[in-house]
């Protein structure tokens, strides 16, 4: 069964964040994983989507900490003790 993470940023409509957002979902899932792209959902999915059972990994993308909804989102991660993985580069 592979780890659901969580794909954590700044999230907007625009073309460039969509991007950002789908190169992580991708680069995540060949590395094994199961994200969970929150680009398309709405605030209150994202935070459902967060605290599913099987979720317990969160991944940053650069500039998520501009973000006031993705602060909360990681402090939902950090009180639940997620693996909380940093973006190292543009993938």
């Known amino acids: ?13 625009s073309e460039d964040t969509i ?9 995540l899932k ?5 994200p ?5 959902l709405n605030f209150k999915d994202r935070i459902r989507e ?10 940053l993308l650069e500039g998520w900490n501009y973000s006031t909804k993705a602060q909360l989102e990681i402090a ?7 693996l909380i993985i940093r973006q190292k580069h543009n993938v």
Do not use: S
């Open 50 to 59: 967060l605290v599913q059972e099987d979720c317990n990994h969160i991944y």
């Open 30 to 34: 060949k590395t094994g994983y199961d």
């Open 19 to 27: 991007y950002k957002f789908n190169r992580a979902e991708e680069y």
């Open 1 to 13: 069964m592979k780890n659901k993470i969580y794909i954590c940023g700044i999230v907007n409509d």
């Open 36 to 40: 969970i792209n929150p680009v398309n």
């Open 76 to 82: 939902i991660a950090e009180l639940n003790n997620y």
